[in-house]
């Protein structure tokens, strides 16, 4: 298995969305390997014919019927967010260039 | 009145609820005495995040008038109150109590407020118990010390230097210190039983499917699951009885009936005896790891002499996979873990930054918000799940999975009623000595994580002392399997009810309530100064 160079340490973190310091890349890059090394046993099963397992209980295709239900009221909705304007919540801009 | 408020707070769950329909004290006395206990010991012991003090005392005053006129209409109707009903609960930060703070442990949750109640706290409403606060946690559940909180560490009240376990160790520590009789947990690779281990208690992780997770802050989905802690099986068993089934809310909840056996553990010993002849048991050998501390595998050694002498077959059995649990659970959980905790940009809620432009204010919020721990987990998962790695990280991982579940399924196919196994393989450790090395903290749950791997619920049980701190007995069993599981834990109960260690209480107890004695976090400034 692969390891991390200190590159691919920060392109995960980019991937992630996760803004580290020099220094936490630094010492990312050694806990990662580390913790890696220990996944490369993994390699020793033979695995080829086996199913995944994504969950552990029998049960699948969940429904319920499509009704309309009383939801929050939107001053509920709205009460944690850092800045809401007209019954919306303020993000910064995506499109566009300066303003 | 101080004496008997620490007379009363030392009562069990099932002996509080007798003594409130009998009238002998009431809901807001034993409220004001658990409230009293933990807000005393919250300097020496850092347990609870917050103490809700007017809401326990709220919900104490309404129990009392259920009790009140339960009792003016007669026996029947005083009998068929429910059995948490005026009993005080510890909840762990990270379920969703309406208007009520839920950090997770984590400073991107600071100052977020619930806007809904998670099912279990409805459920534990109605069934009238008194939620008295919120407790420690590392950071999104993430850790075996509660040392990963971003609120400052917990101490274990049996030897104030050494953690408490966790992720659940607030709960842990608090159920231990007798602030509550009750307390809620989560388990995704050991948090509820390896804190019970380690604080001397009681604490159940059900299978899974069994407790809805609906308002419950999420790690790894397929593994995370709630669970009791109480100091001894008969009110974990009440406990998750309250809190258990199917919610709509819920899809990965299961439509399986919650056993009223549950309500029914026996309360005599020779019964609860009685239980254990002809069970069939099977000890697992790879569970004795090396590295294992030569008393705690001498406390589970004689504990399963004793099932032995009590009419339990123990054979040795082997779960050839158990050596993969590890590197398994450390591909899968990061994984599930990275994608869950994509949500938190601090634009909806919680902590954020607005200053920049849309990337630099998440990387921000994200890079400021999470603690070491949760980074790295973050970063773990994120790569494994990353194009070119998925399927020699994720993937395989999944089908070692098949493989781990598939050596529990041969022992239930050949007739086990459960598995003998250590919780920890060592007891309570000093403050500072698993944080180097991130390996070193996870190998704390080799024994309790290919439980969750495998979907199946395991209780940890006291079962002695090693060096003067305790030890738990794990027991495994097939899935649905709770009730049966307790019985055992009842049973083991009832045959060491004598032994010498049952009576013990945590030996700092006293230290944790001097307010002139260090906080956790200055113990651990000390411990971490002085290596």
């Known amino acids: 298995m692969a390891s991390l160079s200190r590159d691919d340490v920060a392109h995960v973190a980019h991937l992630a969305r996760l803004g580290l310091t020099e220094a936490e890349l ?10 890696l090394d220990q996944y490369t046993r993994l390699t020793e099963l033979d695995t080829e014919a086996i199913a995944p397992t994504a969950q552990t209980i029998e049960l699948e295709n969940i429904l319920r019927d499509d009704l309309v239900k009383p939801s929050f009221p939107q001053a509920t909705a709205l009460a944690n967010a850092a800045a809401t304007s007209d019954g919306f919540i303020v993000v910064t801009a995506i499109l566009g260039g300066g303003d | 009145m101080v004496a008997e408020a620490n007379e009363l707070i030392r009562g069990s769950g099932h002996e509080l609820a007798a003594g409130l ?108 118990a008194v939620i008295l606060g919120k407790t420690n946690m590392d950071e999104f559940a993430m850790g075996s010390s509660t040392e990963h909180s971003a ?137 004795f790891v090396a590295g294992m501390e030569p008393g705690v595998e001498a406390r589970v050694r004689e504990a399963v002499a004793a099932l032995e002498a009590a009419g339990a077959t123990v054979d040795e059995v082997s779960l050839p996979h158990t050596e993969y649990g590890l590197a398994t659970y450390y591909i899968v959980a990061p994984a599930e873990a990275s994608a869950n905790l ?64 598939a050596d529990f399924d041969r022992l239930w196919d050949a007739g086990f009623d459960a598995l003998v196994a250590p919780t920890s393989p060592t007891v309570a450790f000093r403050f500072g000595a698993r944080l180097a090395d991130p390996v070193s903290m996870y190998l704390s749950d080799a024994c309790t994580l290919p439980v969750n791997m495998a979907g199946l619920p395991g209780v940890s049980i006291p079962c002695g002392l090693s060096d003067g701190l305790p030890v738990g007995l794990q027991l495994i069993g097939a899935p649905w399997s709770e009730a049966g599981l307790l019985e055992l834990a009842r049973g083991y109960e009832a045959i060491t009810a004598d032994a010498a260690w049952r009576g013990l209480e945590p030996t700092q107890l006293a230290l944790a309530g001097d307010p002139t004695q260090p906080s956790p976090a200055e113990r651990a400034a000390a411990l971490a100064g002085a290596a």
């Not at chain 2, 902590?351 to 999470?370: I, K, M, P, V, W």
């Open chain 2, 342 to 405: 994509a949500r938190y940009d601090g634009i909806r809620y919680g902590r954020g930054r607005r200053d920049g432009d849309t990337l630099s204010n998440e990387l921000a919020t994200r890079g400021e918000g999470f603690g070491a721990e949760v980074k790295r987990r973050i970063m773990l998962g994120t790569y494994a799940l990353s194009a070119g790695y998925y399927d020699a990280y994720y993937l395989k991982a999944q089908k070692v999975r098949t493989l781990i579940k």
């Open chain 2, 151 to 287: 609120f400052g560490p917990t101490s274990n009240p049996w030897d104030l230097d050494r953690v408490p376990g966790g992720s659940s160790g607030g709960s842990a520590a608090a159920i231990a210190a007798f602030h509550a009789p009750f307390g809620i947990g989560t388990d995704t690779g050991g948090s509820i039983r390896q804190p019970a281990a380690l604080c001397g208690i009681v604490g159940m992780k059900p299978t899974y499917g069994r407790v809805s997770r609906y308002g419950i802050v999420a790690f790894a989905s397929s593994l995370d699951q709630i669970g009791p802690f109480a100091r001894d099986s008969r009110d974990a068993a009440a406990l998750l009885h309250a809190v258990a089934g199917r919610d709509e809310r819920d899809s990965t909840s299961a439509p399986v009936p919650v056993p009223d056996a549950l309500l029914a553990l026996a309360a005599s010993d020779d019964a609860a005896a009685g239980a254990l002849r002809g069970k069939r048991l099977g000890l697992p050998r790879e569970y």
């Open chain 1, 26 to 35: 630094g010492r990312l890059e050694g806990e990662l390997n580390h913790i």
């Open chain 2, 21 to 128: 329909r009998a009238g002998a004290f009431s809901s807001v006395e034993l409220v004001e005495a658990h409230l009293a206990a933990a807000e005393r010991d919250n300097h020496g012991l850092h347990a609870w995040l917050t103490i809700e003090d007017t809401g326990a005392r709220a919900a104490a005053t309404a129990a009392d008038s259920r009790l009140v006129q339960a009792r003016r209409e007669g026996p029947a109707v005083l009998a068929g109150l429910p059995p948490l009903l005026g009993l005080p609960v510890a909840l762990k930060d990270l379920v969703s109590v309406e208007g009520g703070q839920c950090t997770a442990g984590s400073r991107i949750l600071e100052g977020y407020r619930a806007p809904y109640d998670a099912h279990i706290t409805e459920r534990l409403r109605a069934a009238g």
